[in-house]
């Protein structure tokens, strides 16, 4: 009987606004079987930093959070908050 955990970026979706969409899967498995599937999500917004995520993550940011979408992104919060 051997018990494994793996952990494991399963999903990276961009989102109209340029936010990322990060889901990350923990997997328990025994002998080959998966026992239990569990998730974390997180969103990176534009301009946000990303330097500490996964590798992956960090190269999808560095293409989506152009400038202008950062851009749009900062006068749209600050559309927002005015209300």
């Not at 950062?70 to 600050?78: G, K, L, M, V």
């Amino acid at each position: 009987m051997s018990l494994q955990k793996e952990i494991k970026i399963d999903r990276i979706e961009v989102v109209e606004n340029g936010t990322v969409q990060v889901r990350q899967a923990t997997i328990i498995t025994e002998d080959g079987v998966q026992l239990s599937r569990t998730f974390h999500r997180w969103c990176i917004a534009p301009g946000e930093d990303y330097s500490t995520q996964e590798q992956q993550v960090q190269d999808i940011c560095k293409v989506s959070h152009t400038p202008e979408v950062i851009s749009a992104y900062n006068a749209q919060q600050e559309k927002n908050q005015l209300g």
